[in-house]
């Protein structure tokens, strides 16, 4: 027990002896370590330089509330827990935390591919008009390193014959992308997101490119169609309905016309008549265009009440933070690469010096050993 005690009681010290040495043997090979850490910050320049900037735009869209869903004390329990209440509930199977499925989905993407962007050139003055699709195969950039990992696979491609040149006449068809539409859909969904505070059902858009104005063009775009796409799904049975009630309206005022046509026709053909039959007849047609117009009232209001309807269902949405060119790049965090490469150039220097060389001069020593053994 007391030999247990009195090793427990070296461990410390042996402990502070090795981390002594280890940095003793650090500061013996000073020379190495900076001479590694030198290099390690030169690739990080390198690669940090190599990578395009990147403009990032923000906008933050307040959807409108829906008390009707939320109400009293249930809605505020479900708020302070961080949850919405009216998420799960009600007719409205389209809420604030579907929009990122929305926003990422494939027609919504390859709505934008005809999208017109506007470039910045040199002078920082609009230069160049495009689509989407256009500049996202003309004008984004990759770092050289994406070329050289590349260059196998398209020699593999040419080898194989290529892919065959799409028809001139092809229409997109969401249901059945190309593999260049595909790809496509792939970067801009890369480049565009959408996310919900689930608190405040705040939705931020975000968009990434390595043009600035065509980052705050295409997320105000991205913004205007998602509430385009939100407004015609609340409206779709409300303008249903508002078509229906006009189609009634419409045939209905044209059997008020008719009736009231055949009515002052009989009227002027039959001017003096005193005969009970003559005015069993004009009451008749005077009955009938009087229903007639009743009718039309009717509809005529039902009209009105559809208008009334689309209105209400049309949602309202408050620009909390609207699309602005963005001044500073967003990416790539130079200095961050810069630092990040030197210590792990420092890093990769120290376990080497403390650990694998030794490994590795212990082993020449042992093949030395057994080469020698075995001569003699």
């Not at 008390?67 to 199977?93: I, N, P, R, Y």
Request: hydrophobic residues 40%; proline residues 4%.
């Amino acid at each position: 027990m007391q030999e247990d005690k009195d090793i427990k009681r070296q461990d410390p010290e042996e402990k502070e002896i090795d981390l002594l040495e280890l940095a003793s043997k650090l500061w013996d090979k000073r020379k190495k370590l900076l001479i590694w850490s030198v290099c390690g910050a030169v690739i990080g320049i390198i690669i940090a330089f190599s990578i395009p900037k990147e403009y990032s735009t923000t906008v933050k869209l307040a959807p409108e509330a829906n008390e009707a869903k939320a109400s009293g004390g249930l809605g505020a329990l479900a708020s302070m827990a961080g949850l919405s209440a009216g998420s799960a509930s009600g007719a409205d199977a389209l809420y604030p935390q579907l929009y990122p499925d929305v926003v990422s989905s494939v027609p919504f993407m390859t709505g934008l591919f005809d999208v017109e962007v506007t470039t910045l050139g040199a002078d920082g003055k609009p230069d160049k008009k495009m689509t989407v699709a256009q500049y996202m195969e003309e004008d984004i950039s990759a770092p050289w390193w994406s070329a050289v990992l590349g260059l196998p696979f398209k020699l593999l491609g040419a080898i194989r014959g290529g892919d065959e040149d799409e028809d001139a006449t092809h229409k997109l068809n969401t249901f059945r992308l190309t593999k260049e539409e595909n790809k496509l859909v792939e970067a801009l969904n890369k480049r565009i997101a959408a996310s919900v505070d689930q608190k405040t059902s705040v939705v931020s858009i975000n968009v990434n490119m390595q043009d600035p104005l065509v980052s705050a063009i295409l997320a105000d775009t991205v913004v205007s169609r998602l509430q385009q796409f939100i407004t015609e799904y609340r409206t779709n049975k409300a303008r249903k309905d508002l078509e229906y009630a006009e189609t009634l309206n419409e045939e209905a005022q044209q059997e008020y016309y008719k009736a009231q046509q055949r009515y002052a026709d009989y009227l002027d053909r039959n001017q003096g008549i005193v005969l009970y039959s003559a005015q069993i007849t004009r009451d008749r047609l005077e009955n009938e265009a009087t229903l007639a117009f009743n009718l039309y009232n009717q509809t005529a209001q039902q009209v009105q009440k559809a208008k009334a309807k689309v209105q209400e269902t049309t949602p309202v949405y408050a620009i909390v933070t609207p699309a602005t060119v963005p001044v500073k790049a967003s990416s790539p965090k130079k200095m961050m690469i810069l630092v990040g490469f030197t210590f792990l150039a420092f890093v990769a220097c120290a376990a080497w010096i403390l650990f694998g060389q030794p490994l590795w001069e212990e082993r020449k020593k042992s093949a030395a050993e057994n080469k020698r053994k075995n001569a003699e």
